[in-house]
Each structure stands twice: as structure tokens, then as C-alpha cells.
Nanobody
Framework: QVQLVESGGGAVQAGGSLRLSCTVS????????MAWFRQAPEKEREGVAN????????YYIDSVKGRFTFSQDNANNTIYLQMNNLNSDDTAMYYC???????????????????????WGQGTQVTVSS
């Protein structure tokens, strides 16, 4: 059973930074498409960014582009999302999601619907105060 373990959330002031991490228990990390979603109170879950592990190609929604950046540690099956210049609109529960994208990995970037992913982490809270 594939499991995702997230960490790195917390509370920061506007303009601050946080780094989220997500580790996947799998033998085939290189074929995975990984994503971060977020859900604020009384709002729908929103796909924020995703990355194809095979070649590192990433996609970011406009509201986080230039502020959020992926990195990956293939030896430890871990992705990181560096979040800079945070603002109150970024306050949400953040969820890591994954899918084995064998055969279609190059179409991964931009796949940010919940149904694209079949493995989910437990969530980590990000709170930005103004």
C-alpha cells in the first residue's frame, strides 16, 4: 500500500516562508506524478502545483507562480514545495497527492483535478497571518 507522509506546515506572518515535504512509500518513484492541493475553510479543494518525477517538469497555478517552487530528492522518494512570500490567501490545509503515471507521465504537468490522484496524505496546516 502506497503511503504519503507530509510535514512542514506551520504558522507564519505574511511575507514569510515555509517548506512542505512529502515522502512516498513506493519502489517506482520515478514514474510518479505528484501534486499539492489545498483547502481553505468553506472553500473547495484547489490544485496548487504538480510535478512529474521522471523529468522534474512542474506546473504551478498563476496565484503561486514565482512564489512556490518544487524540488525533489529521488533517493528518498521525497518532494519539497518551497513557499515564499506567503499571504493570507495561502492559508489552508495542504494535501500531498500522488499517482503512478507510468505510460503518461509527460502529460502530468497541469493535471490538477482531485480525481487524477489515487494516493493522498493526511494534510498539513499552513496559516499565514497579516
Amino acid at each position: 500500500q502506497v503511503q504519503l507522509v507530509e510535514s512542514g506546515g506551520g504558522a507564519v506572518q505574511a511575507g514569510g516562508s515555509l517548506r512542505l515535504s512529502c515522502t512516498v512509500s513506493t519502489w517506482t518513484f520515478s514514474t510518479y506524478c505528484m501534486a499539492w492541493f489545498r483547502q481553505a475553510p468553506e472553500k473547495e479543494r484547489e490544485g496548487v502545483a504538480n510535478i512529474y518525477i521522471g523529468d522534474g517538469t512542474a506546473y504551478y497555478i498563476d496565484s503561486v507562480k514565482g512564489r512556490f517552487t518544487f524540488s525533489q530528492d529521488n533517493a528518498n522518494n521525497t518532494i519539497y514545495l518551497q513557499m515564499n512570500n506567503l499571504n493570507s490567501d495561502d492559508t489552508a490545509m495542504y494535501y500531498c497527492a500522488a499517482v503512478d503515471a507510468s505510460g503518461y507521465g509527460r502529460t502530468c504537468p497541469g493535471r490538477l483535478k482531485s480525481w487524477h490522484y489515487n494516493y493522498w496524505g493526511q494534510g498539513t496546516q499552513v496559516t499565514v497571518s497579516s
